[in-house]
């Protein structure tokens, strides 16, 4: 059974400084890897996500993650963070299969200040 | 698209009472998940269906949820009797293609028991 652990509950980040939400996942078999943002009072969107290939991923916004399959990591980052991108973020993963549903973390609340 | 519609937003009712929550998916969306999202246990997935048959109803709760697909355009997840622990936002998604694909939220249902 897949498991995904975000280790941070709270990130407080002044405006325009990087970002790293960081998540790891337990696995015994191939994943597939999830980044989704929930802003206040709305459901989730996909930010990102790792299926195959280059290990870093780039999505909206200029979020960008890294996938380490040795580390089981996919860590979000943002160079230069906005106001705007005060939210609370979602790792989440599935496994390989065609069946099985997607697990998502307890998810990281991402507080930017002026 | 309008995206994924739920109704209502908002609903609040007394323990014991039937409550029935509503979802329209995007069209030709033909994959449509049910989520309940709480401060103790996250984002649940309780029950999602492919081409309007359910697939995985393991996260249904117990026996007082029920959720039906009877066309590819309507959904509805059903509680009888509520009870306080029901309360929560739940949330409909739709998505094409796949487990993989990317998962289009609506604004979700807030819930609240009393």
């Known amino acids: 059974a897949q498991s995904v652990t975000q280790l941070d509950s709270q990130v407080p980040v002044f405006e325009e400084a990087p970002v790293e939400l960081r998540c790891n996942y337990s696995?015994?078999?191939?994943?597939?890897l999830f980044w989704y943002v929930q802003y206040p009072n709305q459901g989730l969107q996909l930010l990102l996500k790792y299926l195959s290939g280059s290990t870093l991923v780039k999505g909206i916004n200029g979020f960008e993650a890294e996938f380490n399959k040795s580390q089981t990591s996919f860590h979000l980052r943002k160079p230069s963070v906005h106001i705007s991108d005060t939210a609370e973020y979602f790792c989440a993963v599935k496994g390989s299969s065609n069946t099985g549903k997607l697990i998502f973390g307890q998810g990281t609340t991402l507080q930017v200040k002026p | 698209d309008a995206g994924v519609i739920q109704s209502p937003r908002h609903e609040v009712t007394e323990m014991g009472q039937e409550v029935t929550l509503r979802c329209k998916p995007i069209?030709?969306?033909?994959?449509l998940f049910w989520y309940r999202q709480t401060m103790m246990r996250g984002l649940e997935l309780l029950i999602y269906?492919?081409?309007?048959?359910?697939?995985?109803d393991s996260g249904m709760p117990e026996d007082r949820f029920s959720a039906k697909m009877p066309n590819a355009s309507f959904s509805t997840l059903k509680i009888q009797p509520s009870e306080p622990r029901d309360s929560a936002v739940y949330f409909c998604?739709?998505?094409?293609?796949?487990?993989?694909?990317?998962?289009?939220f609506g604004p979700g249902t807030r819930l609240t028991v009393t």
């Open positions: 069209s030709g969306h033909d994959y």
């Open positions: 269906f492919n081409n309007n048959v359910p697939i995985d």
């Open positions: 696995s015994s078999v191939s994943v597939y």
């Open positions: 998604a739709s998505s094409l293609g796949g487990l993989v694909a990317e998962q289009y």
